[in-house]
T-cell receptor, first 109, second 116 residues
Framework: DAKTTQPPSMDCAEGRAANLPCNHS???????VYWYRQIHSQGPQYIIHGLKNNETNEMASLIITEDRKSSTLILPHATLRDTAVYYCIVRNAGNMLTFGGGTRLMVKP | DTEVTQTPKHLVMGMTNKKSLKCEQHMGHRAMYWYKQKAKKPPELMFV???????INESVPSRFSPECPNSSLLNLHLHALQPEDSALYLCASSQEGAGISGNTIYFGEGSWLTVV
């Protein structure tokens, strides 16, 4: 299974863009990159996923490098409610999600 | 609608009790999952059901017994638990069974279990 590496914590000013990096250098060609977040005491919330191309939805943008060895989740205008643990996950062929340590994002006023 | 509903939200049980956690989804998903999450740790996979059959058991102790009575329901039966089993238990579901890595997995809000 491809593993991911994320910084344990990051701060972001409210209203600014939050850029969360993720390294997945051993990713296979058919493995997707998924991002979830977990706000305290709640279940993980799906944010976005991608295979090769950059993706955007109403919550965030996902930028995947051309060699697919890393990606960045972008929250364009972070709010206090975006404070959460963000998990970057490479989805394996067994259809499971294996969570790593994640990045604890703190959005500050 | 991407809702996975878990009940109860909170459960306190003694070590000799038998209880069950329940999970329900009406998205037509055919894969369902149980995860366990200890405080300040990431979720860990326990079981996967694909088309109502158990496909993955991550070496979970037999005091945890999963059951999938139909494609919409997933239960986790609990018996003779230990205090260290206290955790947040998360249910999730996805559209397809094993092997389709492009289908999103949706999680419920979890059931907080305390074993006393």
């Amino acid at each position: 299974d491809a593993k991911t590496t994320q910084p344990p914590s990051m701060d972001c000013a409210e209203g600014r863009a939050a850029n969360l990096p993720c390294n997945h250098s051993t990713i296979s060609g058919n493995e997707y990159v998924y991002w979830y977040r977990q706000i305290h005491s709640q279940g993980p919330q799906y944010i976005i996923h991608g295979l090769k191309n950059n993706e955007t939805n109403e919550m965030a943008s996902l930028i995947i490098t051309e060699d697919r060895k890393s990606s960045t989740l972008i929250l364009p205008h972070a709010t206090l409610r975006d404070t959460a643990v963000y998990y970057c996950i490479v989805r394996n062929a067994g259809n499971m999600l294996t969570f790593g340590g994640g990045t604890r994002l703190m959005v500050k006023p | 609608d991407t809702e996975v509903t878990q009940t109860p939200k909170h459960l306190v049980m003694g070590m000799t009790n038998k209880k069950s956690l329940k999970c329900e989804q009406h998205m037509g998903h055919r894969a369902m999952y149980w995860y366990k999450q200890k405080a300040k740790k990431p979720p860990e996979l326990m079981f996967v059901y694909s088309y109502e059959k158990l496909s993955i058991n991550e070496s979970v102790p037999s005091r945890f017994s999963p059951e999938c009575p139909n494609s919409s329901l997933l239960n986790l039966h609990l018996h003779a638990l230990q205090p260290e089993d206290s955790a947040l238990y998360l249910c999730a579901s996805s559209q397809e069974g094993a092997g389709i890595s492009g289908n999103t997995i949706y999680f419920g809000e979890g059931s907080w279990l305390t074993v006393v």
